[in-house]
């Protein structure tokens, strides 16, 4: 069983940044595709960013795009996701996830090709 453990959430100002932390144990690090995905209050799960699992192709929602950068440090066994220029509209729970298909590198990803969750990490911010 992969287990994702995440960390690095907090309260911050439009504008601000933030870094978010996944230790990931296992294999699931150089076999598996891995990203992170968000959900506001009554809103439905949605993708944020992936990294493909040789770690040379990353993928960004439209929404964050040019702010956030994901990136993993194989040493570690831990992805990272960089936030910048912060939005209110950002403010969510972020999900560390570990895809389900092995050597996967292509852009499609959706809940359901997630094999692995974290606990969600919460992100506010105020304007």
Partial sequence: QVQLVESGGGLVQAGGSLRLSCAASGRTFSTYPMGWFRQAPG??????????WSGGRTYYADS???????SKDRAKNTMYLQMNSLKPE???????AADRRPYYSGSYYTPE???SWGQGTQVTVSS
Avoid: L, Q
Wanted: hydrophobic share 45%.
């Fill in 64 to 70: 964050v795009k040019g702010r956030f950068t994901i």
């Fill in 90 to 96: 950002d403010t969510a729970v972020y999900y560390c």
């Fill in 43 to 52: 809103k439905e799960r949605e993708f944020v960013a992936a990294i493909s």
């Fill in 113 to 115: 090709s997630i094999a």
